[in-house]
């Protein structure tokens, strides 16, 4: 099974900062996902990722793939209160039949 | 359009016991994915179905199973409760199978399951 690691696993910043949420693996992933997940829900998507090295922005948000398939990150440009939540990175596995998530990191944005 | 839905939202049951968690995807998605979630293990992959066919299982006990219906639907049962059976279980669903480069996952809200 391929893995995910995910980091930071807690980021605690003020609001207006600007943050970078990695996810890293040995493994080529077909596609990446983004999710945030608020607690006592389930995990909304963001954003998919297919080609490598493709950059892909969502308002405030700028996702990219690493050029290998085998990296992304997400960065999130002057930070609000309302990004707070956990943030997930999920991979499509190669030659597999299912994502593979990350352990996840917990944002706290205070105002 | 609908969301995935899940019932019930929570349920508390007793060790030993026995329970049957429902998912409903979104219209037109044939593909439904099972998910435990912990404080500890994080996100972990029960089983996935499509078409009613389950395609893949992660590395969970066989007290632990599901199946899919014609019209999609899914359903797991978790049989002999432990206590550390305790989690958010998460249903997905998706338009097209795990294989396809394009595969997104929309996830409903879940289901608090506690055993005491």
């Known amino acids: 099974t391929q893995l995910l690691e995910q980091s930071p696993q807690f980021l605690s910043i003020q609001e207006g900062e600007n943050l970078t949420v990695y996810c890293n693996s040995s493994?080529?992933?077909?596609?990446l996902q983004w999710y945030r997940q608020e607690p006592g829900e389930g995990p909304v998507l963001l954003v998919t990722?297919?080609?490598?090295?493709e950059v892909k922005k969502l308002k405030r948000l700028t996702f990219q793939f690493g050029d290998a398939r085998k990296d992304s990150s997400l960065h999130i440009t002057a930070a609000q209160p309302g990004d707070t939540g956990l943030y997930l990175c999920?991979?499509?596995?190669?030659?597999?039949?299912?994502?593979?998530f990350g352990a996840g990191t917990i944002l706290r944005v205070k105002s | 359009k609908a969301g995935v839905t899940q019932t019930p939202r929570y349920l508390i049951k007793t060790r030993g016991q026995q329970v049957t968690l429902s998912c409903s995807p979104i219209?037109?998605?044939?593909?439904v994915s099972w998910y435990q979630q912990t404080p500890g293990q994080g996100l972990q992959f029960l089983f996935e179905?499509?078409?009613?066919?389950?395609?893949n299982k992660g590395n969970f006990p066989g007290r632990f199973s599901g199946r899919q219906f014609s019209n999609s639907r899914s359903e797991m049962n978790v049989s002999t409760l432990e206590l550390g059976d305790s989690a958010l279980y998460l249903c997905?669903?998706?338009?097209?199978?795990?294989?396809?480069?394009?595969?997104?996952?929309?996830f409903g809200p879940g289901t608090r399951l506690t055993v005491t």
């Open positions: 997905a669903s998706s338009l097209k199978p795990p294989t396809s480069g394009s595969y997104e996952q929309y």
């Open positions: 493994s080529v992933f077909s596609s």
């Open positions: 990722v297919v080609t490598g090295g």
């Open positions: 999920a991979g499509g596995e190669e030659y597999g039949n299912k994502l593979v």
């Open positions: 219209s037109g998605h044939r593909s």
């Open positions: 179905y499509f078409s009613e066919t389950q395609r």
